[in-house]
């Protein structure tokens, strides 16, 4: 059974254009690493959408179109605990004034792993590839949960771009924590290949299988992987 059992998203926009170095300093050299001592915090990386992702987005819903980056954590157990030390931990670092005020999550909590998919010509386990190196993510957000997400994993993972698939959704478990994200279901494809280049066939694949008429998407684009002290994408005249 694999150790990871939730996934924390935030999909953040950054208030002020000309404090995107900033708060990349903050959270990658600062926020991140103070998470890893939690006992359930198993991993983290945090992806850029940058102005050509934003561009490459095939739906991209008044809630979440601000946004400039997506955080995900990957906890196991001790779950419960983990979230209320995750929580604990914020409030703290804030009043010790260690929290970037520029800010502002527009889909934030905890979401139940529900699928785990590796491509065969990777090699690794399907729990095995959030820690493989990627170039980047395309992430797919919709409204409600049911059947057929596990059917568009499979066609993602099919992708020559893609890695693997997992697929998270939001769980009654949490419902009465301070997160509040809705009835949700997040697609996260990890790359082999430059998310832009990604995008056009992975794009394709949300068109056909998603019906915005009967079950929104509110997010569907890539994310590149960010490399740290290379945060040049939102300065002026880049």
């Known amino acids: 059974m694999a150790k990871v059992r939730i996934g924390f998203f935030s999909f953040t926009e950054v208030t002020d254009p000309a404090e995107h170095r900033s708060y990349n300093e903050w959270h990658q050299l600062d926020h991140m690493p103070e998470q890893y001592p939690l006992a359930g915090v198993v991993y983290g990386q945090r992806w850029v959408s940058t102005p050509a992702c934003r561009r490459a987005r095939v739906f991209d819903s008044a ?7 997506m955080t995900l954590y990957l906890m196991g157990e ?117 998310p832009l280049e990604a995008a056009f066939e992975l794009g394709r694949l949300v068109r056909a299988t998603v019906d915005p008429r009967r079950r929104p998407a509110l997010f569907a684009g890539p994310l590149e992987t960010i490399t740290p002290w290379r945060w040049d994408w939102f300065d002026e005249g880049s």
């Open 78 to 194: 001790p779950v419960d605990s983990t979230l209320e030390e995750f929580e604990a931990l914020g409030v703290r670092l804030r009043a010790d004034g260690r929290f970037h005020e520029h800010r502002r999550s527009r889909l934030s909590g905890p979401f139940a792993v529900t699928g785990m998919l590796a491509a065969p010509r990777v090699l690794v386990s399907p729990a095995a590839v959030p820690y493989r190196p990627n170039r980047g993510v395309y992430v797919v957000v919709r409204d409600g949960v049911d059947d057929t997400d596990a059917a568009h994993a499979e066609a993602f993972v099919a992708a020559e771009s893609v890695a693997g698939v997992w697929t998270f959704a939001t769980d009654e478990r949490f419902e009465g924590l301070v997160w509040h994200p809705g009835v949700r279901t997040i697609t996260v494809c990890y790359l082999d290949a430059d």
């Open 63 to 69: 809630e979440l179109a601000p946004i400039h980056y």
